[in-house]
């Protein structure tokens, strides 16, 4: 029988303002490098003030990371430096790979249903790879699998296989899993996960408990971090569950990173922004995928 893991925190977002103004609850960022790697920053920007999230993230650059922005309500434009534009809406994803050096605009709008509710994971690079070409995945919702498992629980797989359903997006460095989990109440789940492998769960609808049936109860807005094992367990209280499982092979490499650039060593972070402000960041032509 496997280990099961144990929660080795529970944590709620803190409020921050990015972009032109755009509040959101930073679940976990700069602080918890090493500790969540190969995973940088995780945003929740749900919001039902359109005051909130319209100002967007306007045109900006990114180099050597992978951003991955899932959005369950509202619609988000983006277009990029390379020619990608498009429109992101209810349970469409988009994953991009900057590499070498992309800029890029992020700006909700109003979509059918007023308000906005979605997520921004920003997952690391290896060394090797923080200055290969820039690659888009823009993947929309029916292209997602949606499983539905003995005891009720419903899977998305955004990334990784379960059972012999392997989501979308495919071909990552750090063997990342992304998982949307829905439970009704009451009802169990439990995931495989390779040990050496960093996991969290991000609750966002209803209330349950992981790993320990004793252990606290999560509910909506928390984040909670896994130690070692390989599974991961969840129970759903009385109104259900839902939450992002998200995993992935840790890189141990040296971080290096300030705004939107993250790299290995303070003298590849000191030129990033030297190129960009000489016009010289943009190295590769995009890669569309």
Known sequence: MS???????????????????????????????????????????????????????????????????????????????????????PGDVQWMTAGSGIVHQEMPREGRLPGLQGFQL????????????????GVAARDIPLLTLPGGAKVRIVCGRVGNVEGPVRGIRIDPEYLDVELPAGAAFRRELPAAHAAFAYVFAGSGRFADPASRQA?????????DG??????????????????????????????????????ELRRAFAEYEAGTFLKHRAVMG
Do not use: C
């Open 122 to 137: 920003w997952a690391n690079l290896p060394a090797a790879e923080k200055m290969m070409p820039p690659r888009y995945r």
């Open 230 to 267: 390989d599974a991961v367990e969840a129970v759903a209280g009385s109104g259900g569950l839902r939450f992002l499982l998200v995993s992935g092979r840790p890189l141990r490499e040296p971080v290096a990173w300030r705004g939107p650039i993250v790299m290995n060593t303070q003298e």
């Open 3 to 89: 280990a099961v893991r144990a929660v080795r925190e529970l944590r709620r977002g803190v409020a921050t303002l990015e972009g032109a103004g755009v509040r959101l609850r930073r679940l976990f960022g700069f602080e918890k490098v090493p500790g969540l790697d190969p995973f940088l920053l995780l945003d929740d920007f749900s919001s039902d003030e359109a005051d909130d999230y319209l100002a967007g993230f306007p045109w900006h650059p990114h180099r050597g990371i992978e951003t991955i922005t899932y959005v369950l309500r509202g619609e988000i434009e983006h277009g990029d430096s390379l020619g990608n534009a498009g429109v992101i809406g």
């Open 219 to 227: 509910t909506a807005g928390t984040l909670a971090v896994f130690g």
